[in-house]
């Protein structure tokens, strides 16, 4: 069996990256399958969001990143059967310089993940589209993109697709776009519909069918550790989360 491994990645901050890496993963472990969440943004959310703290950790993906530890020793348990978190944290930056000078620097992700046996990988990605993100798209099979229902959610996509395009020619000529998740959806504001009518007509099929509503209960979870599957399972967050992940099992039938 070979891992399925998607990037969840846009280059802009709070748009939903890390609790779309952490509800998805929660839910495709209550399927039965055996989750990774790879946290690979310095700010360490889905770390901490997962109810892992920092200070309790002997070892991190960067101690992985600088080759002082193996992969399976920065791995570790959450309270949820089958979820576990390769955590990540601050030094992750630092590692992102070092890296800057290595040979093979654009595989350090890769070189890490490829002997780990996992149904699916989540790599919540850090919000911009460098070093470490061209080692998240490289590792990666596909690409999931959460944007988020505002006035300026379309500005950079186009750039994304770019730099996509060109790890396909230069690095990793698999790498598929698995499609598009709408978040923070307002269904009181128009705006919102227009994003979401906007998207459709750009992305089509790849557009999820899942929409993620602007929901308090999913922006209250990570303060206490949880993901919204354990946290309130029957919020409108919730729900529209477990579609989501739904669609990431059929959606990740095609690569193989
Ligand atoms: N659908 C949502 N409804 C309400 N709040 C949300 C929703 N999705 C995320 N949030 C909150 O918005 C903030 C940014 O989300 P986050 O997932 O951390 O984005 P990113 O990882 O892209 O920076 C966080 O405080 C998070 O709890
Ligand atoms: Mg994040």
């Known amino acids: 069996m070979k891992s399925k491994i998607i990037a969840i990645l846009n280059q802009k901050g709070g748009v939903g990256k890390t609790t779309t890496a952490i509800s998805i993963g929660a839910y495709l472990a209550k399927k039965g399958k055996k989750i990774l969440v790879v946290d690979f943004d310095p700010q360490g959310n889905a770390t901490s969001g997962l109810g892992v703290e920092d200070k309790s950790l002997m070892a991190t993906l960067a101690d992985a990143i600088d080759g002082h530890k193996k992969a399976e020793e920065v791995i570790y348990k959450t309270d949820l059967y089958n979820l576990f978190i390769m955590p990540g944290n601050a030094r992750l930056a630092s590692s992102e310089v070092e890296l800057a000078g290595a040979q093979e620097r654009e595989f350090a992700l890769k070189n890490i993940l490829s002997g780990l046996q996992y149904d699916f990988m989540l790599i919540d990605c850090p919000p911009s589209l460098g070093l470490l993100t061209v080692n998240a798209l490289v590792a990666s ?40 998740l709408l978040t923070m959806f ?47 399972k029957w919020s409108k967050g ?19």
């Open 186 to 232: 307002d269904k009181r504001n128009s705006l919102s519909g227009e994003v979401y009518n906007e998207l459709s007509s750009d992305f089509g099929e790849k557009l999820f069918q899942a929409v993620i509503p602007r929901n308090v209960r999913l922006a209250e979870a990570p303060s206490y550790g949880k993901p919204i599957s354990e946290y309130d």
């Open 141 to 180: 099979d596909s690409v999931l993109v959460p944007v988020q229902a505002e006035f300026y959610a379309l500005e950079g996509l186009s750039q994304l697709l770019q730099v996509m395009q060109q790890i396909r020619s230069r690095l990793n000529p698999d790498l598929e776009l698995m499609g598009v």
């Open 238 to 256: 919730a729900r529209a989360y477990k579609k989501a992940a739904q669609e990431v099992v059929k959606r990740s039938e095609g690569y193989e």
